[in-house]
C-alpha cells in the first residue's frame, strides 16, 4: 500500500510536468519510502571462504563465443573463469577480480557469477551491497536477465541492470532496462551521482523494487528512478516488433560480473591499474 | 579507524576550548589557545579577493624574468558573479619580463585548511595555452608546503580544474594560498628550454582565473604517492654525509576518472629509517648518515598511502683523505694540492653551456677536494694563467668514484701561444693552436681513492708550454684531488 503512494506521487509529478517528457527526472520527495517489500526470501552473505555457495551461483565461462556472441555482445575483452583468481569469497566477502593476463586467446580474465536455474524469482526486491573497482575500461554490473532467453531471445525476454558502473565515472552508478524497442543504446537509463564521494571508496546499497507495472531503482536510501510501462511505451523505438512492450513479467535470475572493455566503456588505458576487485558484503532478495 | 581518531581528536580541541572558555574569568586566554583557531576560510578569489594582501599578487622575482605587471582583474569576463583574474601573459621579447608568475598569500596568520582536500579553480584562456604550474604552499617566507600541478591544457572556455591536497592533515597555519607561473604560447609547438631560440616565435596570451577556493570534494582518491620516483635505489654513503630525497609526487583519481599527479613537498610526508642508528631522516627528506657502519633503509608514508620507492644506505664510515703524494715538491706544478703550493688558482666552475655539471670544493679536516655531480662536460680552467709545463711529464690525479662504473675522460689541453681556449663547437676538438691529449679513466676501484698518473703524450708531446685547461667529460659523480703536474 505504501508502493501506491509513491506511484501517486511521482504521477502527480508527471501530471505538473505534463508535456516536458521529464518524468523521471521528478524530484524523489522527502515522503516516498525507499522499499516496501521486507520479506528475505534469500541472502547470500558471503560468510564461507572458498568458491561461491554451488547451490546458488553457476558461472558463465569464456568470451561468449560458446554462447555465439564473442565480447558478450559488447566487444568485451575479458574471459570469464570459475578460478579463485577471478571469484571467491573471502573474509566475508564476494570477490570478482579482473586481470591482465593473456587466458585462452583475451587479455584480460574476469568473472561473471548468475543464479540461473538455481533463484529465480519475479517482482520483488533485489539489493546488494557493494564496493567498485576503479579505471577506464572496468565495467562493472549487477543485473538480472529473464529466464526465457533461450525461447524469447533477448531483448524480449528483458534485462534490468540494477546498477552498472564504468571505472573512469568513480561517482556515477546508472540503473536501465532493457526490452523491444528499448535496449543497448537506447534502453531506458538513468544515472546517479554520488555527492562528496566515490564508489570504489567504501560500501553502497545497489536496489530495485520491482512490481508488476513499476521497476524502482535507488542506492543507499536514495530512490532515484522508477521505470513503468508508460515509460517503456513512450521511450521505445518502434522499427521493431511489440515496440515498448512490458517485459517484466516472469521470472528473472541474479548476474554479477565485471567486464573489461567494450563498446560501453572503451578499452583500458595506461592509467588502469590491474587486478581491479568488486567487493560485494551481500545480495538479498524480498517479496 | 581514522575517522574515529579524528573524531576523537575534534572532540578533545572543543573540550579543551571549553575549557579555556570556562576560566576566561580567571586568566586571560593563553598564546597557544589562539593559535588552535586559525580561519578556515575556503575562498581565495570569487569576485574580489579574500583575505589576501592588499597587493594580492605578488610577482615572481624580475631579476629572474617574471612580469610584474601582467596580473589585474576583469570586470568583463567571469565564470561566476561580475570579476576574473586576467593574466596578461608576454611573450617573448617583453622588456618588462617574458613570464608570468605570482603568488596569493594570507593576510592573516595562515589558515586551517585540513577540512579541505583540493584546491579548485576556474580558468580559460584566449587560446588554447598551457599554465605551465599551478599549486598553493609557496609564501615567499617559509615555502613549507609547496604542492605544483604542472603543464595545465586549458581550453577557450571555462574549465573547472583540480589541484589535491597530499595530505591536509599537515596544513595547521598555510599562508600560500595560491601559485600560478605561466610562460608565452607556444605557437608552432617547438618549445625546447635547451634552445633558447625556440622560444621566440612564441606570443603572449590571456588567462582569466575564477572561483579559486579549497574545497572538501570527497571524490578525490589517491591512486599513488612516491619518492625518488618510485624507484627503489641501493646506495653506500660515508658517515656525516647527507642525501635529500627528491622525486616525490602523489598521483589522485578525479571524479572525472582523470588521473591527476602533483609534486609534493617533502613536508607532507612523513619519512621513516628502518635504522636510526645508520641514518635518520629529517621532515625534509634529508637522510643524514650517522653511523659508521650498517644498512637501513629509508621509506615514507603519505597520509595512509604507502609511497612507492625507497632508499637503502649502508653506512661506509668516515670518508678517507686522499693520500700524501711523495713527488718532491721541486719537480711538481700543482693545480689542486693541500700538499703543494699550487701555481694557479683553478676555476671548477667555467659555467659552460649545456653543462649539468655541479662541482664544488669541500672541506674535511682542512683537506680540501673537489666534488663532481651529474657532470656532462665541465672543465678546470687555468686559461687567465697557462701553466709551462714543457719540463713535466705526467698529470696526477686522485679521484675517488661511487661505483665502479664510473668513467671520466680527461682532456688536457694546451690553449697555444695566443692563450685562448680554441674549440670547434661542433665537435668538441681543439682548433687553432689548441691542442689536447685525452684519457679516459674507467675500471676504477669505487669508493676508494685511485692515484693515476697521465703521460703528456700524444700532440703534448711537442706542445704543452701554456696548459691551459682540463676538460672533463662524463662521470658522471666522481671527487677529486691532489692534481698536479710533475716530472720523475
Redesign the interface.
Known sequence: MKQMKILKSILACAVLLAGTLLITNCEVDETQTVTNFENLVMADEFDVDGAPDPTLWTYDIGDGSAEGIPGWGNNELQYYTDRPENVKVENGLLVITAREEAFDGSSYTSARITTQNLFEQQYGRFEARIRMP?G?GIWPAFWLLGNDCDINPWPQCGEIDVMEY??????IVFGSAHGPGYNAGDSISKEYE?????F??GFHVFGIEWGPDYINYYVDDELYQQITPETTAEEAVDNVPNPGEWVFNRPFYIILNIAVGGNLPGAPNE?T?FPQRMYVDYVRVYN | MKNINYKIGRTTIVLGLLLIFNLGCERDLTDEAVLATFPTTAEIYTDNPVGLTDEFFISFDPAVGANPEAFGTDDNESYEGTSSIRIDVPGPNDPNGTFAGCIFRDRGEGRNLTGYDALTFWAKGSTTGVLGEVGFGVDFLENKFPVNRANIQLSTDWRKYVIPIPNPEKLVQERGMFLIAVGSFDVLGNDDPALADSFSDNSGWIVWLDEIKFERLGTTLTVNAEILDGQNLVQESFSNTTTTITGLSQTVNLATGENVTVGVAPTYFDFNSSNPAVATVDENGVVNVVGQSGTTTITAVLGNNQAQGSLEITALGDFPLAPVPDDPAANVLSIFSDSYTDVVDANFTPGFGGSTTQASVLSIGGEEFVTYENNNFTGIMFDNNPIDGSAMSFLHVDIFAPDASTQVEFQIRDIGSNQEIETNEFTGFPTGDDVDYRVTLNGLTPNEWNSIDIPLVGNLTTQRNNLGAIILVGGPSFILDNIYFFTE
Do not use: I, S
Open positions: 576503479l577506464k564504468l571505472g573512469d565515472a568513480p561517482t554520488l555527492e562528496n564521494d566515490r570504489d571508496t592509467d591499474q
